[in-house]
């Protein structure tokens, strides 16, 4: 069965940080091109980044608005993707989700930035 | 980036009717080098994740009723939902992977009448 299960979500004060982590299993990870996607509270699904997989060289591509403030990164041996979020801001208020291409999503994390 | 433009927004149906949805990309989505779609259908119920219903356009995901059927090519897309029953309430969402930022359309809210 596939999993994917994200944790390091919660309530965070405007200019903090968050790491979130998403550990998988069921598939095979290491040639998934893995990516983050979150959902705001107006149920719009936002695109945030992608990493490849090692062969090819594990290419990363993010959306504008977070290049500088967002990092994705993975561990093949863990089976595990994670998105270091910086300098938050009210707007990036959502329910952040880890996918494995278009087929599989976790259950999501929901992230509060307030103060 | 590319613009996804969904309709409707919302659906008011009875059990047992077709409906379509319709999505529109600023941009082809067809690539030439394998002549696929890069266009997907996800279904979205109250308190859950998205789940992949269509991909490629028009395959289907494994264990997706065949009422569910994704057709279309280019710029122009639709999901067919033939005979809705209770259970296919939900907010549909179309998106392309064609090229990053991926984009989504802004999801098709599926009511009963």
């Known amino acids: 069965e596939v999993q994917l299960v994200e944790t390091g979500g919660g309530l965070v004060q405007p200019g903090n940080s968050l790491k979130l982590s998403c550990a998988t299993s069921?598939?095979?990870?290491?040639?998934?091109?893995m990516n983050w996607i979150r959902q705001t509270p107006g149920k719009r699904l936002e695109w945030l980044a992608q990493?490849?997989?090692?062969?090819?060289?594990?290419?990363?591509s993010y959306l504008e608005s977070v290049k500088g403030r967002f990092t994705i990164s993975r561990d093949d041996s863990k089976s595990s993707v994670y998105l270091q979020m910086n300098n938050l801001k009210e707007e990036d208020t959502a329910i952040y989700y880890c996918?494995?291409?278009?087929?599989?999503w976790g259950q999501g994390t929901l992230v509060t930035v307030s103060s | 980036d590319i613009v996804m433009t969904q309709s409707p927004s919302s659906l008011a149906v009875s059990a047992g009717e077709t409906v379509t949805i319709n999505c529109k990309s600023s941009?082809?989505?067809?690539?030439?080098?394998?002549?696929?779609?890069?266009l997907a259908w996800y279904q979205q119920k109250p308190g859950q994740s998205p789940k992949l219903l269509i991909y490629w356009a028009s395959t289907r995901q494994s264990g997706v009723p065949d009422r569910f059927i994704g057709s279309g090519s280019g710029t122009d897309f639709t999901l067919t939902i033939s005979s809705v029953q209770a259970e296919d309430l939900a907010i549909y969402y179309c998106q392309q992977y064609y090229d990053t930022p991926y984009t989504f359309g802004a999801g098709t809210k599926l009511e009963l009448k």
């Open positions: 069921g598939f095979t990870f290491s040639t998934a091109w």
């Open positions: 990493i490849e997989d090692k062969s090819n060289n594990y290419f990363i």
């Open positions: 996918t494995a291409q278009v087929a599989y």
């Open positions: 941009q082809s989505l067809l690539y030439s080098g394998n002549q696929k779609n890069y």
